[in-house]
Nanobody, 127 residues
Framework: QVQLVESGGGLVQPGGSLRLSCAASGFTLDYYTIGWFRQAPGKEREGVSCISSSDGSSADGRTYYADSVKGRFTISRNNAKNTVYLQLNNLKPEDTAVYYC???????????????WGQGTQVTVSS
């Protein structure tokens, strides 16, 4: 059974940091692009970051970041642990949302390009 499970969310003060994890079971993350999305109350789900599959192609390991998180968030993968991480630094109140990871083929910030989704983890940035 294909499954993605996010963890690492929580309540943090502005300027703080969190590391989100996306652990896969039932398939090997190496062969998939992994994307991180977030959805705030009343807003559409938006692409935050993604990292291409580790398949040795020219796109191997390519990353994408939304302008709103560039320089603050970092995506990485640990293939041995079948896990992808999203390091969130210098968090702002506007980063508050449910964060989802998803598996797909192309590293693009479009929901429809991803086939498998986790259940989400809440990130709340507040003083």
């Amino acid at each position: 059974q294909v499954q993605l499970v996010e963890s690492g969310g929580g309540l943090v003060q502005p300027g703080g940091s969190l590391r989100l994890s996306c652990a896969a079971s039932g398939f090997t993350l190496d062969y998939y692009t992994i994307g991180w999305f977030r959805q705030a109350p009343g807003k559409e789900r938006e692409g935050v970051s993604c990292i291409s599959s580790s398949d040795g192609s020219s796109a191997d390991g390519r990353t994408y970041y939304a302008d709103s998180v560039k320089g603050r968030f970092t995506i990485s993968r640990n293939n041995a642990k079948n896990t992808v991480y999203l390091q969130l630094n210098n968090l702002k109140p506007e980063d508050t949302a449910v964060y989802y990871c998803a598996a797909g083929e192309l590293c693009v910030p479009h929901v429809y390009e991803y086939s498998y989704w986790g259940q989400g983890t809440q990130v709340t940035v507040s003083s």
